[in-house]
């Protein structure tokens, strides 16, 4: 029998990131990547999908603590990014 191999800090993190749900056209929320989708996808490329959003930008005083980011897709943290520097 082999000695189980515990899941790597990369592994947790794209499965945490794969809880991530938002509402669809109808109001109900769904996972940002499918299940099936994800089946077919390493821990790289499903981190990848995603960027983490300071809530108070770091010139701002706001740092990298846990409380302070936000993951969010490479597209919405694009356009948020886009509507804060306005």
């Given at each position: 029998m082999s000695k189980r191999q515990r899941p790597t800090l ?77």
């Open positions: 990369k592994q947790k993190l794209a499965a945490t990131l794969l809880t991530i749900v938002r509402p669809n056209e109808f109001g109900q929320l769904v996972p940002v990547i499918s299940f099936e989708e994800a089946k077919g996808m390493t821990p790289d490329e499903i981190i990848a999908r995603y960027q983490f959003d300071h809530a108070v930008y770091v010139t701002w005083g706001g740092g990298n603590h846990p409380v302070n980011l936000t993951p969010r897709t490479v597209a919405d943290h694009r356009a948020k990014t886009r509507r804060d520097l306005k």
